[in-house]
């Protein structure tokens, strides 16, 4: 699996956002009884690249590593109607060489994103 994360090292966003491109896997178990159901994944990747803008301003990327999970709770009504709750859980932690065009020293950021959500649907 591959993803695109955008993560944060500066308070302004416009100047050095990077996206943590990870490459990794996810495993994912779903249950269903009657109408209830739910739904649990995981998944963990190895960071392989931070973007051009983020090695200059703070160096060589030197190790990174993403890691989420997620469940999904609901009922599917007998009308169609579906009632289901979801959250999600994100971490990521990179770590560059430091000495970039930001003059940093050795330099470590840690993302982590909560994601949650509550949807009433109509499924046919």
Do not use: C, I
Not at 2 to 9: K, L, P
Not at 59 to 79: K, S
Not at 90 to 99: K, M, N, P
């Amino acid at each position: 699996m591959y993803r695109t994360e955008v993560g944060g090292v500066e308070r302004n966003a416009l100047f050095d956002d990077p996206y943590y491109q990870s490459v990794g896997g996810e495993l994912a178990f779903a249950l269903r009884a009657s109408g209830f159901f739910v739904e649990l994944h995981g998944g963990a990747g190895k960071v392989l690249d931070t973007g051009t803008l983020s090695t200059k301003g703070y160096g060589a990327l030197q190790q990174g590593l993403t890691f989420e999970g997620g469940a999904e709770l609901g009922w599917r009504f007998a009308n169609g109607l579906m009632l289901a709750g979801r959250y999600g859980y994100s971490f990521t932690r990179v770590s560059w060489a430091g000495f970039g065009a930001r003059e940093y020293g050795p330099l470590t950021g840690v993302d982590q994103v909560h994601v949650g959500s509550l949807a009433l649907s109509l499924a046919r």
